[in-house]
């Protein structure tokens, strides 16, 4: 099954094909990057079936890496205008309730609304939320054999879900569980924060929206130096993390885009 990281403007336009970016020779942004600090939510859900959650251990190592590449992901996104990026600590917990093991996005935004009242979140907030395997929001599930893995959107904040598709994380995901929807939507909010079409995906160009199983990811040591970019997965070369390669701005509406708009490394790096 193909899997995507499917973008909010392009579901609210009903576009026939999930998932593939208009194309065009470049894109540009028309309003303001999202610039402050993303925060993982700790979402515990209730209801006939449940509880679902995430593990304790998995949300610290989501918030682990969330510090490691943020630095990187605010590199790639300058380019495409003023941006700067910081991971904030694990939000407190919060409950929702869901009927059937099923929600939708609608839901979801209360919820995220709800917390950023309940925790008083500054402007400049963002919020990352992680689904636990076995429950469904219905605006992310599997559509014609396409599974979808992510999408970011706007509620009172910025906000981007990703499908979880397992436990036991890692910091370098080598199961391919979370880090790859997780740093594309990241990505993804920085550069067009209101999700309503104004600036472009910048990520589809070299991910699995448009390259499917050669999508790029750029890899990264202990320290956050660029190590290099590759389709493999695992690379043939140790590293520590990784993140969803970002198109460059002339090539961030191709589908798919060239090789050489995909694998750099972050500039000023």
Not at 93 to 120: E, K, M, R
Not at 136 to 162: C, I, K, M, T, W
Not at 240 to 268: H, L, M, N
Request: net charge neutral; charged share 15%; hydrophobic share 40%.
């Amino acid at each position: 099954m193909r899997r995507i990281c499917v973008s909010r403007a392009w579901k609210q336009a009903h576009r026939s094909r999930l998932g593939d970016p208009p194309r065009g020779a470049g894109a540009t942004t028309a309003g303001p990057l999202f610039q402050g600090t993303v925060y993982l939510a700790n979402m515990h859900f209730a209801g006939t079936g449940g509880p679902w959650a995430i593990p304790a251990i998995d949300l610290a190592t989501v918030v682990q890496y969330l510090g490691r590449v943020v630095n990187p992901i605010a590199g790639y996104a300058s380019q495409y205008g003023p941006t700067r990026l910081t991971a904030g600590p694990l939000l407190p917990p919060f409950t929702a309730t869901v009927a059937n093991g099923q929600y939708t996005d609608q839901q979801l935004q209360g919820w995220i609304s709800q917390v950023v009242q309940a925790t008083n979140l500054p402007a400049g907030s963002a919020v990352l939320v992680l689904n636990p395997p076995g429950l469904v929001n219905q605006d992310a599930r599997e559509r014609g054999g396409v599974g979808v893995l992510g999408y970011h959107g706007f509620s009172s904040v910025p906000y981007s879900f990703v499908n979880a598709l397992g436990s036991g994380f890692t910091l370098d995901d080598r199961a391919d569980l979370y880090a790859e929807a997780v740093s594309h939507e990241i990505a993804e909010m920085t550069v067009d924060p209101r999700a309503d079409a104004s600036n472009p995906e910048v990520c589809d160009g070299c991910g699995t929206n448009c390259r499917g199983p050669s999508a790029y990811r750029s890899f990264f040591d202990t320290s956050g130096r660029y190590i290099g970019s590759d389709t493999a997965f695992p690379p043939p070369f140790p590293f520590e993390f990784f993140v969803s390669a970002i198109a460059r701005p002339a090539a961030a509406s191709d589908c798919p885009a060239p090789t050489a708009a995909c694998a750099y490394s972050p500039p000023g790096s």
